[in-house]
């Protein structure tokens, strides 16, 4: 079993080989998708919208990211765990973005973490990996601008909209950073940008010409009815789940379940067990007064 790492990721593009990402916010399903074999697993902050029910991910703290990145990185033996910088955990200063990373790292147990922008951030970057701590870019449709986009918008449309992803890819490279996540452009834009930079990128609705894919778990397996054009349901759990939970409470309300098979068939012995305040002085005979004093 090879374990993923950072220049494991990079050789992976030299080589031409895809690297595939999903994300994860806890321990069962980090577990499931690590032997299934998915090379890095993202503890995206996208557990605001996923997990929290929220409308974007602005509200996500780094405590909670810490949480579910620790809760993540329990699960896992093989693949490479990242974790979303949160709003605001690394926009104000080169010193926040480095504290916040470590604590991500030391606290959370990852192995690298991922922050979103391009230029306006590399000194960011550059602190945070001089720090010793791996760090993925995120370009294009950046989330946590959803408010300066004015909702959730293709960028990159124009040539020069093109050349500015590609300046950001290149600042961020030069930076020290080991891959980009490229969401939300047309699949040229992202051929161009893949080809300028020496290191891997990881397309979401991004087209098939990055070196990596990455999708949100929960919508390739079809948790709820949200389906953006670029996620591509591999599995419908929700319909599965609602049939299950249907049964169940079917089987309950109407006397099926539990049956003999589901309970604890033992003969129950006919004796009755002291009285608790009896079994309290008994054992308070037995034991020095100023001893049981400390005890309870």
């Known amino acids: 079993m090879t374990q993923v790492t950072v220049p494991y990721c990079i050789e992976a593009k030299k080589e031409g080989k895809k690297l595939t990402m999903l994300t994860a916010y806890d321990y069962p399903i980090a577990k499931l998708l690590d032997e299934a074999g998915i090379d890095i697993l993202l503890v995206g902050d ?6 929290q029910g929220n409308p974007d991910t602005l509200s996500v703290t780094v405590d909670q990211m810490i949480y579910h990145t620790r809760l993540v990185a329990r699960g896992v033996k093989r693949a490479l765990v990242i974790a979303d910088m949160p709003f605001m955990s690394f926009q104000v200063s080169a010193v926040d973005a ?4 470590g604590r991500l790292i030391k606290e959370g147990k990852a192995s690298a973490v991922k922050l979103e922008g391009g230029r306006e951030v590399s000194a960011q970057v550059r ?6 701590i791996p760090v993925m870019g995120h370009l294009g449709l950046t989330p946590q601008s959803v408010n300066k986009f004015g909702g959730y ?5 124009s040539e020069y909209g093109v050349k500015q992803i590609i300046a950001d890819a290149r600042s961020l490279e030069k930076a020290g950073a080991f891959s980009i996540v490229l969401e939300g452009i047309p699949p040229e834009a992202a051929r161009r940008v893949t080809e300028s930079i020496e290191i891997p990128t990881i397309g979401i ?3 098939v010409n990055c070196d990596g894919q990455v999708l949100v778990t929960y919508d390739m397996l079809g948790f709820s009815d949200f389906a953006p054009k670029f996620v591509k349901r591999y599995f419908n759990i929700k319909e599965f789940v609602t049939k299950a939970v249907k049964a169940y409470s079917e089987e309950v309300i ?3 379940f539990p049956t003999e ?7 129950i ?3 009755e067990e002291p009285d608790v305040f009896e079994k309290t002085q008994e054992f308070k005979r037995n034991v020095d007064e100023e001893e049981f004093d400390t005890l309870f």
Not at 46 to 51: Q, R
Not at 98 to 101: D, E, F, H, R, T
Not at 127 to 132: D, E, L, M, P, T
């Open 98 to 101: 480095v504290k916040n990373a």
């Open 269 to 271: 012995e006919d004796r």
């Open 153 to 157: 918008k293709v960028q990159a449309k």
């Open 205 to 207: 609705g991004a087209g």
């Open 46 to 51: 996208s557990l605001g919208m996923v997990i």
């Open 127 to 132: 602190s945070i990996v001089n720090a010793g």
């Open 261 to 267: 098979e589901y309970s604890y068939n033992i003969e």
């Open 254 to 256: 109407q006397g099926k």
